[in-house]
């Protein structure tokens, strides 16, 4: 069973920063193309950035030039770095491998963003 952990959600005020964290194996890491979703109540669950093993990464137009995703194969981590965070950024935000039909999630991690 393939485990990704996400850490650094958390309460931050309107226009703040946060960085998401998502731990991987290095066999994933250095296979599956990596991204983040989220899912606000209510709503579908909605990519918001990834990232393949070529480093060609992709955004959703809602975070374009806030947020960004990254890696360090070093630390078998991957991040999403969020600035300048709005209120409708609020969601449960889940870690995500893939790989033709492959597909893991991690467990989520809660993001507020409220004042």
């Known amino acids: 069973q393939v485990q990704l952990v996400e850490s650094g959600g958390g309460l931050v005020q309107p226009g703040g920063s946060l960085r998401l964290s998502c731990a991987a194996p290095?066999?994933?890491?250095?296979?599956?193309?990596m991204a983040w979703y989220r899912q606000a109540p209510g709503k579908e669950r909605e990519l918001v950035a990834n990232?393949?093993?070529?480093?060609?990464?992709n955004y959703a137009d809602s975070v374009k030039g806030r947020f960004t995703i990254s890696r360090d194969n070093a630390k078998n981590t991957v991040y999403l770095q969020m600035d300048s965070l709005k209120t409708e950024d609020t969601a449960v935000y889940y870690c995500?491998?893939?790989?033709?039909?492959?597909?893991?999630w991690g467990q989520g991690t809660q993001v507020t963003v409220s004042s």
């Open positions: 290095r066999s994933i890491l250095s296979l599956y193309t």
């Open positions: 990232m393949d093993i070529g480093g060609n990464k």
């Open positions: 995500s491998a893939h790989f033709t039909v492959y597909t893991y």
